[in-house]
C-alpha cells in the first residue's frame, strides 16, 4: 500500500523567510510526487511534480521541491515567503505499479506572518 | 484554457434526502476524477472513469453512491440516501490521457452539508 506523511498540521514563518513545508512518502516501485495547494473554497491548484530525473523541482509561484530517494522524501521550498502563500498544502502520490490512485498526505496548514 | 467547472458550488440538504452534484472537465480530458475531502483530511479518491468506462471505483459506497459519465464528457455523481458522514467538499478533476504521472486539474468543488 501507499502512503503519503506531512508530519506538520502547521507551519508559521514570518514574511521574507524561507519555508519549508514536509513530506514523506512510502511506495512499491518508482514514485510520482505532486504538491497542490488550496485557498479557502478554492480547489486544489497544481504547483509542481516529480516524475524523473533531477531532484530538485520548480513550479509554480517561485515554488521548489527537492526528491530525495533515500530519504522518501519531496519536502516543498520557497526562498522567500509571501503573504499571499498561506493555504493549505497538500503532498500527493501515484506509484508506478499498482492502482493509479493519487494518494493525498492530510495537508499542512501555512501562515506566513507578517 | 476554461478550467475544471463544478455546480452547486455548495448544497445543504436533510438526512436521507437525495443529491447529485454535476461536472464538466477540461476539453478535451479522457480522464475524470470523483474525490471526497472531508475536513482537516486529504481528498479521496471515489472513482476514475477513462472517456465513459470506470478505471477505479474500489472506494465508492455503492449502496448509496452511483456516478455515470454519458458520452465520455460531463459526469454526475448522485447520493442516495445521504447521512450524516457524507458532509464534505466533492472535488472533480480531469487529466489527459490519464496515465501515472498525469497531472490532474481540479474544480472549485461542491461543499455538501447534511443536516
Known amino acids: 500500500a501507499q502512503s503519503v506523511a506531512q508530519p506538520e498540521d502547521q507551519v508559521n514563518v514570518a514574511e521574507g523567510n524561507p519555508l519549508t513545508v514536509k513530506c514523506t512518502y512510502s511506495?512499491?516501485?518508482?514514485?510520482?510526487l505532486f504538491w497542490y495547494v488550496q485557498y479557502p473554497n478554492r480547489g486544489l491548484q497544481f504547483l509542481l511534480k516529480?516524475?524523473?530525473?533531477?531532484?530538485l523541482v520548480k513550479g509554480s509561484y517561485g515554488f521548489e521541491a527537492e526528491f530525495n530517494k533515500s530519504q522518501t522524501s519531496f519536502h516543498l521550498k520557497k526562498p522567500s515567503a509571501l503573504v499571499s502563500d498561506s493555504a493549505l498544502y497538500f503532498c500527493?502520490?501515484?506509484?508506478?505499479?499498482?492502482?493509479?490512485?493519487?494518494?493525498f498526505g492530510k495537508g499542512t496548514k501555512l501562515s506566513v506572518i507578517p | 484554457e476554461a478550467g475544471v467547472a463544478q455546480s452547486p458550488r455548495y448544497k445543504i440538504i436533510e438526512k436521507r434526502q437525495s443529491v447529485a452534484f454535476w461536472c464538466n472537465p477540461i476539453?478535451?480530458?479522457?480522464?475524470l476524477y470523483w474525490y471526497q475531502q472531508i475536513l482537516g483530511q486529504g481528498p479521496k479518491l471515489l472513482i476514475q472513469?477513462?472517456?465513459?468506462?470506470?478505471?477505479?471505483d474500489s472506494q465508492l459506497p455503492k449502496d448509496r453512491f452511483s456516478a455515470e459519465r454519458l458520452k465520455g464528457v460531463d459526469s454526475t455523481l448522485k447520493i442516495q440516501p445521504a447521512k450524516l458522514e457524507d458532509s464534505a467538499v466533492y472535488l472533480c478533476?480531469?487529466?489527459?490521457?490519464?496515465?501515472?504521472?498525469?497531472?490532474?486539474?481540479f474544480g472549485p468543488g461542491t461543499r455538501l452539508t447534511v443536516l
Open positions: 478533476a480531469s487529466s489527459s490521457p490519464g496515465l501515472r504521472g498525469d497531472t490532474q486539474y
Open positions: 511506495v512499491s516501485g518508482n514514485p510520482y
Open positions: 476539453s478535451g480530458h479522457a480522464t
Open positions: 472513469f477513462q472517456n465513459n468506462g470506470v478505471v477505479d
Open positions: 500527493a502520490l501515484h506509484s508506478g505499479a499498482g492502482s493509479y490512485q493519487l494518494t
Open positions: 516529480y516524475i524523473t530525473g533531477d531532484n
